[in-house]
């Protein structure tokens, strides 16, 4: 995102050049970069860049680092401190990513498009998943026996601020507000509430009330999908990112009558986004302790033999759910992110990572030789933007491939209530065709948007999901720093299913092919476009102000199912 703004930056404004000259040593080469950046306009120009880059990054760490601190201050990109985290942290990864890869290279073209924004991203590399068996030709049926659904909660995306202070700036300039910083000399403008604020990470206090709503909504589960840790992200550290892992599982344990199975999101490491590969020399190992700890706090709640896995399996792991036939598969979707800084280490195209794919594709087949169903979880949703191209081809195919086992995909990470379909021909998009529907969870962090959880109704004989119903407490809500009240906003079932051509039979659940059909309603009806773009937002009016797009297929983002790139 920093680079991205600094790109932005500099790209408008010609006024560079009016720079104070200071004789820092790490202005010339800063200078050097800032010359690079201003004539970068193009996908060719950037890779030139890079060349720039590298021979700074050639000089060490301490030099690449330093001259990117300098670049940030003197184009006031943000403030000093978070300047100087920020390139402190994620510096040597770059600089490391920079010496390894060839500036003209594929990967090179990878990373210009994911810092930079400067080049398209590179087709699909052509891979073809390898399964253990093929798809049964007569494959096991899943009947609804008509039982009473049992609820599942869905939450996402807590980032608890452990320094979130009462009291303190809530209109702060950096990207995180309600901390005590030591720059902070204006008198307080707007004062941090007790529960928090739209600028702000999630407060003590709000877990309190977080945990006691999640509490009374007679789950017998709740499905966790990442992001514990605050976007402080120039401050984090090994130690912060550990104690808040600790922190969050101890809390949440001894507070929630019923389990969590959560998944590691982006934010569960340090720097913030970087999960090295197995093949990066000398650094394997570096979020091993991520794994360690998450493993032990989780123990408790998924049992033994997941929180083994999830230390030898870069922090995915599987289980059945007890006394039902539901295989929970939690994947690492980390090694997917296009911000995962060490993805750039290297000119040869890994097609699967940590061989994240393949402990799905195991997992999956062994629910299809048990005769069990199958939810996926995982952190980021593999239709977005910010996901490989690769992988989000590759993963596809893996859906396609177990459509028949895999009951649901649950996800987070985009802090927006939404939704994405797979296909089985991304050419033919029709009821009939729609394959896979993967629920993206609203966060609870009240930052840009009202905090908000899904429970679900869950059909006992096939784990579909019967209902889908949005918990959410109003911020601006006058007893909301006095006692958050929480309500739920809507029922999924309820609010579409009267809309949609020939409405839901009572047995019927919300299948991808209802998500289908809920595309096209949106496509036609105004009103309910906006209905559901304001519900998307967790009903933050500022943030998506201007979006007035009608067009379900910008909404509901599908996988890169045929290589021709997502819509
Ligand atoms: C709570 O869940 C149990 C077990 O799934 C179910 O039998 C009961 O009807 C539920 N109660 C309510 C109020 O939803
Ligand atoms: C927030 O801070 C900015 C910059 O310091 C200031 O201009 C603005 O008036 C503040 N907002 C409020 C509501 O006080
Ligand atoms: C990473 O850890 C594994 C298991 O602990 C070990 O076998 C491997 O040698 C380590 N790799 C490096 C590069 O340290
Ligand atoms: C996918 O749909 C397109 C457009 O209807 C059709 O031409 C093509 O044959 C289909 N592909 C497959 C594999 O069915």
């Not at 000093?80 to 990513?97: L, Q, R, W």
């Not at 810092?115 to 009947?143: D, H, I, Q, R």
């Not at 969590?260 to 197995?278: D, I, K």
């Not at 599987?318 to 598969?329: A, G, K, W």
Request: hydrophobic share 35%; aromatic share 10%; charged share 20%.
């Amino acid at each position: 995102m920093l680079w991205h703004c600094l790109r932005s930056r500099l790209v408008a404004t010609a006024v560079l050049v009016f720079l104070p000259y200071t004789t820092h040593a790490w202005s010339s080469l800063a200078d050097g970069i800032i010359a690079g950046l201003n004539n970068a306009a193009d996908c060719a120009s950037c890779h030139s860049l890079l060349v720039t880059f590298r021979a700074t990054a050639a000089l060490g760490d301490d030099a690449f680092v330093n001259s990117l601190k300098s670049l940030c201050k003197r184009l006031k990109l943000q403030d000093t401190d978070v300047c100087d985290g920020i390139f402190e942290s994620v510096g040597p990864v770059v600089a490391h990513d920079l010496r390894s890869m060839s500036p003209f290279g594929q990967t090179s073209t990878k990373f210009c498009n994911a810092m930079l924004g400067l080049c398209s991203e590179p087709p699909v590399n052509t891979y073809t998943v390898p399964f253990p068996k093929s798809a049964p030709e007569n494959p096991k049926e899943f009947k609804s026996l008509g039982r009473p659904p049992f609820q599942v909660v869905h939450f996402s995306d807590v980032h608890i601020d452990r320094e979130y202070s009462v009291g303190s700036e809530a209109n702060c300039s950096k990207p995180l507000c309600c901390r005590e910083f030591s720059d902070q000399s204006e008198p307080t403008t707007i004062p941090a509430g007790p529960l928090g604020d739209h600028a702000c990470d999630t407060p003590r206090n709000l877990v309190e009330s977080i945990v006691k709503a999640i509490d009374t909504t007679n789950n017998t589960f709740s499905i966790f999908t990442g992001d514990i840790v605050d976007g402080a992200v120039w401050l984090v550290n090994q130690e912060d990112v550990t104690a808040d892992i600790n922190l969050f599982g101890e809390e949440f344990k001894m507070a929630l009558q019923a389990p969590v199975y959560p998944a590691l999101g982006n934010h569960e490491s340090a720097p913030v986004n970087c999960f090295p590969r197995l093949t990066t020399e000398s650094h394997a190992n570096d979020s091993q302790w991520v794994f360690e700890t998450s493993s032990a706090q989780w123990r408790p709640w998924i049992g033994n033999a997941a929180a083994d896995q999830i230390v030898h399996h870069s922090g995915s792991y599987s289980l059945v759910v007890p006394d039902t036939s539901l295989r929970i598969i939690s994947i690492n979707s980390g090694f997917w992110y296009k911000m995962n800084l060490w993805l750039y280490d290297s000119d040869d195209q890994q097609p699967d990572p940590n061989g994240i794919l393949s402990f799905l594709v195991s997992q999956l087949q062994l629910a299809e030789d048990l005769g069990q169903r199958s939810w996926i979880i995982a952190h980021m949703p593999p239709g977005g933007g910010d996901v490989l191209l690769d992988q989000s081809n590759y993963y596809d195919q893996v859906i396609q491939r177990y459509r028949n086992t895999i009951a649901g995909q649950f996800f987070g990470h985009t802090h927006a209530d939404e939704f994405q379909l797979a296909y089985s021909n991304y050419s033919d998009q029709r009821k009939d065709t729609a394959t896979s529907v993967a629920w993206v969870a609203p966060a609870l962090t009240p930052r840009s948007g009202n905090p908000a959880f899904k429970v679900y109704d869950v059909d006992p004989d096939t784990y579909e999901i019967m209902d889908a119903k949005t918990y959410s407490t109003d911020v601006s809500h006058p007893e909301y720093q006095i006692d958050p009240v929480w309500k739920m906003v809507y029922s999924t079932r309820d609010l579409y299913g009267p809309l949609i051509a020939g409405g839901l039979d009572s047995s019927d659940s919300l299948s991808p092919s209802f998500w289908h059909q809920v595309t096209e309603l949106l496509e036609t009806d105004n009103q309910a476009f906006r209905m559901f773009q304001h519900l998307k937002r967790r009903a933050d009016a500022v943030r998506y102000a201007s979006s007035g797009h009608n067009g379900a297929r910008i909404i509901a983002l599908m996988y890169a199912g045929d290589g021709s790139g997502k819509v």
